[in-house]
């Protein structure tokens, strides 16, 4: 039996050492209570929180002073107080840094933020025992008032904020295409005032906002999508405008009277002036690759606007990037941006500059060729949802529809290719697809032998059961076997990876995880997948088995289907990278007799579990222990003993009772009570 003492590693439960921890606090909790220049937006969340850091500040600095050991049991508390002053000052940080009209689009999520952190602080301070302290009378009541205030706390949003925030969505959206055409331009006097209030200001106050809101549109690219892009891009050509509008001169009387004077006399055509005797253009009016005041302006893929007629031409000559980043367009819809466009016709107004809609409004050449299957794309407006946007989405789709049931072998797949594209945006067009009856006809593709009309039909059902109601709807139409038997043998790899993503989001709701469940191929295809797929397609199998096996019944076919050992070697290919996405399978397969079983009998598992709680990720660091916690129980002490053995794993178990997430440090510290006990087992053997 090996020679081993346990409890000196284990004398704080592997929390900080009080001195680090208290060192930590204080700095911290400093840096917070000295905050200046509170944001415009959130101010009573953030001027509330910093009261209540405030007073924690001075907690702390007093125990620190009284350099009396403290209490085992406090240590826990003043842990789980770190990490929530931690992220209150992320949260402050971000608000001061950050723009503030996104800040204010986004009141409701922010407020939750900050009622989330209060709720948390609360939990912390309901296991910080007061009494064993040797603090004053005044501190011991401020903490007692603290932790009441912060049990009692609900959800705060400004009232006032809200309705700035209404009132800058109703401007905005009040700028479409009708309103356009009937001239109702932005009320410049009410869009100042709610800028103002916001803290801008000053030309520099607009120039931060737009360098911020460009940020914020950079930060977004990658994961917001589409949509919010674009309404940040709207807001950077709204805040654009304001300040060209609020912060200029007349210095341009002079142009416009000649410009005047030339409509008046009717000598010209309007197309053909010349850019250099327009007024001042602002540069966000200008279209980036003619630098022409744009007539048209609409948003491409990445987020950037352009003259439509500028980027078709881009476009249609095959390019397939955003000629102002580099970055490559994922599809080529043209979405009008027409915050910009009643901006652009409000200033042409001004200016007395002549209202000349692009050439390119009757059709340019990509438009000509593809209008029926982009008249969708070529009709959302993302802020305001209007009617004629809905009433285009759905003659386009019933259009196609159409094309789906009485179309030759190529139209059909052109059909399934454009439903696919127009279902990829908004729940608004997945929903009204769904109603023009595509669903049956694209169950019907699965099993065509083309394989460019199976992939876009399997596609199309992926990207419309995003939409929940649309789940019910394909598992109604009977898709789930053709869809199974795309998994299991499709044309194409893409097929069959889309296949599997249609599962994980079908399997979503409860009712649909027993029914894939019950289908005896889905889970043997999946691990087939999981076997045979590209990165992206195992990573597909991986979640969509996690889906499956939330639900208990289905966790022993999984082990069944040989997903144990196939996902314990992913664990150790680099190249899969789907680490996270094993782990969590793993530890809900733990949950039944069968997964415990096949788990325990892999050598290599327990030392690939320690050093993923070292260096995986935070996701990664919860299912090791997880597996790890689940081993070591119900007769594993083998587990348990391989455990002690390896030098690298109570320190790994110890870091991550501090670092960890809160998961982890109460399973980490579960674990290390359990190895606590082993040891002393095998120093005092019954008997």
């Given at each position: ?5 346990l ?18 606090l ?9 905050m200046?220049?509170?944001?415009s937006?959130?101010m ?25 050991p403290?209490?085992?049991?406090s240590?826990?508390?003043l842990?789980e ?6 992220r209150?000052?992320l ?14 689009m ?5 407020s939750?933020?900050?009622y989330?952190?209060?709720?948390e ?20 009541e401020q ?10 706390a ?18 905005m959206?009040?700028n479409n ?7 109702g331009f ?7 005032e709610?800028?103002?209030s ?5 030309p ?6 737009i ?9 977004q ?5 589409l949509i919010?892009?674009?309404?940040i891009n709207n807001l ?6 304001s ?12 142009i ?5 004077q ?5 000598r ?6 010349s850019q250099?005797v327009?007024?001042n ?19 491409v893929?990445?987020g ?16 397939h ?8 367009l994922i ?18 107004q ?21 209008s ?21 989405v ?24 454009e439903?696919?594209?127009?279902a990829?945006t908004?729940?608004?067009?997945r ?7 595509a ?10 032998h083309?394989p ?21 709807l394909?598992?109604?139409a009977?898709a ?14 893409e097929a069959r990876?889309?296949a599997a ?19 005896p ?9 999981l076997r045979?797929?590209t990165?992206?397609?195992?990573k597909?199998?991986a ?8 639900y208990n ?6 082990v069944v ?30 949950g ?11 050598r290599v ?7 993923l ?6 996701k990664g ?5 997880t ?9 594993g002490?083998e587990?348990?003993r391989r455990l002690?053995?390896?030098p690298?794993?109570?320190p ?20 290390l009570r359990?190895?606590?006990r ?7 053997p019954?008997?």
């Amino acid at each position: 039996m090996m020679d081993m003492a346990l409890p000196p590693f284990m004398g704080t439960s592997g929390l900080l050492p009080t001195g680090t921890l208290l060192e930590s606090l204080i700095h911290t909790s400093h840096e917070i209570s000295s905050m200046e220049n509170l944001p415009s937006v959130q101010m009573r969340n953030v001027s509330t929180m910093i009261r209540r850091i405030k007073l924690l500040y001075s907690l702390f600095d007093e125990i620190q002073e009284t350099k009396c050991p403290l209490p085992p049991s406090s240590i826990l508390c003043l842990t789980e107080l770190f990490s929530v002053i931690r992220r209150v000052k992320l949260l402050i940080q971000g608000c001061k840094d950050g723009s503030s009209l996104w800040g204010l689009m986004q009141i409701e999520l922010v407020s939750n933020q900050f009622y989330v952190l209060v709720k948390e602080m609360g939990r912390a301070l309901d296991i910080l025992p007061l009494s064993l302290l040797n603090i004053t009378a005044d501190i011991r009541e401020q903490v007692e008032l603290l932790h009441r205030q912060a049990k009692r706390a609900e959800l705060f949003v400004d009232a006032k904020e809200l309705r700035r925030r209404d009132d800058l969505l109703e401007i905005m959206t009040s700028n479409n295409e009708k309103n356009i055409k009937n001239k109702g331009f932005i009320d410049m006097g009410r869009l100042k005032e709610i800028l103002s209030s916001i803290g801008l200001t000053s030309p520099l106050d607009y120039e931060e906002e737009i360098s911020k809101l460009e940020a914020e549109a950079q930060k977004q690219a990658g994961t917001g999508g589409l949509i919010v892009v674009s309404n940040i891009n709207n807001l950077i050509s709204l805040v654009s405008f304001s300040k060209s509008i609020i912060f200029t001169s007349g210095e341009n009387e002079k142009i416009k009277e000649d410009i005047k004077q030339r409509s008046a006399l009717n000598r010209y055509d309007p197309s053909l002036i010349s850019q250099s005797v327009l007024p001042n253009i602002p540069d966000e009016f200008r279209c980036p690759i003619s630098l022409d005041l744009m007539r048209d302006p609409v948003i491409v893929a990445s987020g950037h606007t352009y003259d439509r007629n500028s980027i078709a031409q881009w476009i249609n000559s095959g390019h397939h990037t955003c000629p102002k980043s580099g970055q490559r367009l994922i599809h080529m819809a043209l979405i009008p941006n027409y915050t910009l466009k009643s901006l652009l016709h409000q200033w042409c107004q001004d200016n007395n500059v002549p209202l000349v809609e692009s050439a390119s409004s009757s059709s340019t050449d990509l438009e000509r060729s593809n209008s029926k299957g982009k008249l969708c794309e070529n009709a959302i407006d993302h802020i305001s949802a209007m009617k004629a946007a809905a009433d285009a989405v759905k003659m386009t789709a019933e259009f196609l529809v159409g094309k789906l049931a009485m179309g030759s072998p190529e139209i059909q797949s052109q059909a399934a290719y454009e439903l696919r594209l127009l279902a990829k945006t908004g729940m608004d067009n997945r929903r009204i697809i769904a109603e023009a009856g595509a669903i049956p006809f694209l169950v019907t593709l699965l099993s065509s032998h083309d394989p460019r009309i199976q992939e876009n039909a399997v596609t199309a059902l992926l990207n419309l059961s995003i939409f929940d109601n649309n789940k019910i709807l394909i598992m109604a139409a009977g898709a789930i076997d053709s869809i199974i038997e795309v998994l299991q043998s499709g044309k194409t790899m893409e097929a069959r990876e889309n296949a599997a993503a249609t599962i994980f989001s079908l399997s979503m709701i409860d009712d649909c995880k027993v029914m894939i469940g019950g289908r005896p191929r889905a889970i043997p295809a999946l691990v087939g997948l999981l076997r045979e797929g590209t990165t992206a397609g195992k990573k597909d199998a991986a979640t969509a088995l996690f889906n499956l096996a939330v639900y208990n019944a289905n966790k022993a076919s999984v082990v069944v289907a040989g997903a144990v050992p196939l996902l314990i070697e992913l664990l150790m290919d680099d190249k899969a990278g789907i680490t996270d996405d094993a782990l969590a399978v793993l530890a809900l397969l733990l949950g039944c007799r069968e997964g415990l079983e096949e788990i325990r009998k892999c050598r290599v598992l327990v030392p690939l579990l320690i050093d993923l709680l070292r260096f995986g990720s935070a996701k990664g660091k919860e299912n090791s222990i997880t597996l790890l916690l689940g081993l070591c129980k119900d007769g594993g002490e083998e587990v348990a003993r391989r455990l002690l053995i390896n030098p690298s794993s109570i320190p790994s178990l110890q870091s991550l009772t501090t670092d960890g997430s809160l998961k982890a440090r109460r399973k980490a510290d579960a674990l290390l009570r359990l190895l606590n006990r082993c040891c002393s087992q095998s120093h005092n053997p019954v008997g």
